[in-house]
């Protein structure tokens, strides 16, 4: 069974960007697409784009539409997630996911906090 | 964009009774691609259901999903002290995927 291990909390400022990685483990990294769903403080969940790592093409919600970048590196088994020109509204929990239409597994969350 | 609206926004049952769950689409979910998860404080969302009635691996029998179209339904059949959790609902069968806004399961 595949599991996911993100990256550490971070803390960025206002309009930088932040990148964060999801390393898979025990399965075949190549087979799986990788999802990334976000959670704000107290919110719901929120889908923000997808990887199909074999093929190296992704695909984002109309609204993250050319802030965020998601990539992945089949060397190490890893996707990454990027979000450019921060607000604090970005200030989540981003998960990742692996994605056969649902998602299961979901990596741990990497806290993401915008403030000045 | 599919819009999924979930209800009740609290339901508030004590351990041993039955919880309904609503999930309605704005639009008919093809093949009713349906999810269901389980989201406790401080952790990642569980996939409970998948398919709209499909268990998900060593998901007690006790959960159950039903529906089709734009009408979907998690039911629980006997509340146990750990299943009071905020639950959501997922579609995944037109792009861009979508969750409800999530039902929180609270102890009466």
């Known amino acids: 069974q595949v599991q996911l291990v993100q ?13 964060v990685s999801c390393k898979a483990s025990g399965g075949t990294f190549s ?3 990788i999802s990334w769903v976000r959670q704000a403080p107290g919110q719901g969940l929120e889908w923000m ?3 199909i790592p ?12 050319g802030r965020v970048t998601i990539t992945a590196d089949e ?23 692996t ?18 | 964009e599919i819009v999924l609206t979930q209800s009740p926004g609290t339901l508030s049952l004590s351990p041993g009774e039955r919880a ?14 349906l999810a269901w998860y389980q989201q406790k404080p401080g952790q990642a969302p569980r996939l409970l ?3 709209a009635s499909s268990r998900a691996t060593g998901i007690p029998d006790r959960f159950s999903g039903s529906g089709s179209g734009t009408d979907f339904t998690l039911t629980i059949s006997r509340l146990e002290p750990e299943d009071f959790a905020v639950y959501y609902c997922q579609q995944y069968g037109n792009s861009p995927y979508s969750f409800g806004q999530g039902t929180k399961l609270e102890i009466k």
């Open chain 1, 7 to 19: 990256s550490g909390a971070e803390v960025k400022k206002p309009g930088s960007s932040v990148k």
């Open chain 1, 31 to 33: 087979s799986y697409i």
């Open chain 1, 49 to 51: 784009g997808r990887i």
């Open chain 1, 54 to 65: 074999i093929f190296g093409s992704a695909n984002y919600a109309q609204r993250f539409q």
């Open chain 1, 75 to 97: 060397s190490t088994s890893t996707a990454y997630m990027e979000l450019s020109s921060l607000r604090s509204e970005d200030t989540a929990v981003y998960y990742c996911a």
């Open chain 1, 99 to 116: 994605d056969p239409g649902w998602f299961d597994p979901w990596g741990q969350g990497t806290l993401v906090t915008v403030s000045s």
């Open chain 2, 20 to 33: 309904t769950l609503s999930c309605r689409a704005s639009q008919s979910v093809s093949s009713s691609y």
């Open chain 2, 49 to 51: 259901i998948y398919g």
